[in-house]
């Protein structure tokens, strides 16, 4: 079998680790891919979102299944570009319809997604550059933080947290009027802050059935203690210690169930992923934001934790068969930490020699922002490397990345120590 994984990240890394491991696949394509995919699979120049040349790529080595890594392709509508094609429109791509994919490319398709189907998620309201002082007298009727979210995809930094009403005034002027995130933010979704903690819930869907993969927990902001600028994620932890069965049901009944009913009653076609931001607010889930694919890094510490067969799982979806699938899980916890590029998120330098990679034996190690330079490893992004561990317990895998990191070595290389702090 013969598979197209589009992307370039460390989620791409561990889910191409991941399917390579089923002797069905006999050949595995990353588009564009990174160092680390080079050394598992083949890595192909092509945009994700150059839709007809991946379409005479997919004809000319006769692929037989596209997998879809990053958002921007299925939010531009590569899973109806090929379904309306007269030749490929057998070929599974496993992603959403163009219409599913807007519960991440838009924030406030979202949370009317979310009101209607009756999933608990904040209170809102969404505002243009037209209507910004109706934004701003808005604000004034919440309590502080405040909360501001760039309707459209911005990688994963598009929303503000504010203490201060005069600032969250100014930061949604900037958003909508000086269009501080681009298009991202020609609208903007204000949100009623809730205090609780952070997780992620993980579903596969073929459009009819469902199943639930591991919870994790990330780490957004780049300091020490959650402090800082946000980030694409500087960490993460599966199993969420904190979800115990009882909000592991609630999650499943009141959220993930309606979700999907929802996909059915409102007509979306979706075969994928459905990554599912959560807050628990005093034992009760509520709903922060859908992604329509894996997180990153989550996936770097979801995918090791799966012990079915991936290629297995996704034939099934595209079949719409997933509910004869038995998914079958670790026991043991994982760990992932982000090395990073220093100045990251905001300016860092690229091509930086990476040292030490071969040296490691106790974790698993992801590539998320390097490529390979005259045979040598080297950064090409802001987060670098996943370094994945897993242990009886969360701290007993966090203490085996540590180990491994200890031995990485680039120019101003930076990693969080504190990842699980919380917990």
Same mark, same amino acid.
């Given at each position: ?247 592991? /049901?609630? %999650?499943? #009944?009141? $959220? &993930? ?6 996909? +059915?009653?409102? *007509?979306?076609?979706?075969? !994928? ?84 990679? /071969?040296? %490691?034996? #106790?974790? $698993? &190690? ?6 390979? +330079?005259?045979? *040598?490893?080297?950064?090409? !992004? ?42």
């Amino acid at each position: 079998m013969k598979i197209l994984l589009l992307g370039s990240g460390g989620r791409e890394h561990a889910l191409a680790w991941k399917m390579i491991q089923n002797s069905k696949c006999s050949s595995l394509f990353v588009a564009p891919g990174n160092a680390g995919t080079a050394s598992i699979a083949q890595n192909i120049d092509l945009n994700p979102n150059d839709f007809p040349t991946i379409r005479d790529f997919v004809i000319n080595e006769a692929i037989d299944m596209i997998v879809v890594g990053p958002e921007d392709p299925l939010v531009n509508g590569i899973y109806d570009f090929f379904k309306n094609d007269i030749e490929l429109n057998n070929l599974p791509v496993i992603g959403p319809s163009k219409l599913g994919a807007k519960l991440e490319g838009s924030k406030e398709f979202a949370k009317e997604f979310l009101v209607k189907h009756n999933i608990p998620t904040a209170k809102y309201e969404s505002f243009t550059a037209e209507t910004v002082e109706k934004g701003c007298k808005f604000l004034e009727t919440l309590d502080a933080p405040y909360v501001l979210k760039a309707d459209g995809l911005a990688a994963g930094k598009g929303v503000l947290i504010l203490h201060d009403l005069a600032e969250a005034k100014k930061e949604l002027r900037n958003m909508l009027v000086d269009a501080k995130f681009g298009q991202a933010s020609s609208k903007v979704v204000i949100e009623e802050f809730l205090d609780g903690i952070e997780l992620s819930c993980f579903v596969l869907t073929d459009g009819k059935s469902y199943k639930i993969l591991p919870t994790a927990k990330d780490y957004k902001r780049i300091g020490e203690g959650d402090t800082g600028l946000n980030t694409g994620g500087m960490g993460a932890v599966s199993p969420v210690p904190f979800a115990d069965k009882l909000l592991l /049901d609630k %999650i499943e #009944n009141r $959220i &993930v169930k309606p979700t999907i009913e929802g996909f +059915q009653k409102d *007509k979306i076609e979706y075969k !994928g992923f459905v990554f599912i931001g959560l807050i628990n607010v005093k034992g009760e889930p509520i709903v922060i934001e859908y992604n329509v694919r894996m997180g990153d890094p989550e996936t770097e510490v979801v995918m090791p934790r799966l012990k079915s067969d991936l290629v297995e799982i996704f034939e099934a979806i595209g079949k719409q068969e997933l509910d004869t699938v038995t998914l079958d899980i670790d026991e043991r916890a994982a760990t992932t930490i982000m090395v990073v590029s220093g100045g990251y998120p905001e300016d860092y330098e690229k091509g930086k020699e990476i040292s030490g990679i /071969d040296t %490691i034996t #106790n974790s $698993i &190690v992801f590539h998320a922002g390097t490529k390979l +330079q005259e045979g *040598k490893v080297v950064t090409n !992004g802001g987060r670098v490397l996943a370094i994945t561990s897993y242990g009886n317990s969360f701290e007993e895998a966090i203490k085996k990345s540590y180990q491994s990191i200890a031995k990485l070595q680039f120019d101003k290389m930076y990693f969080r120590k504190d990842i699980g702090f919380d917990l």
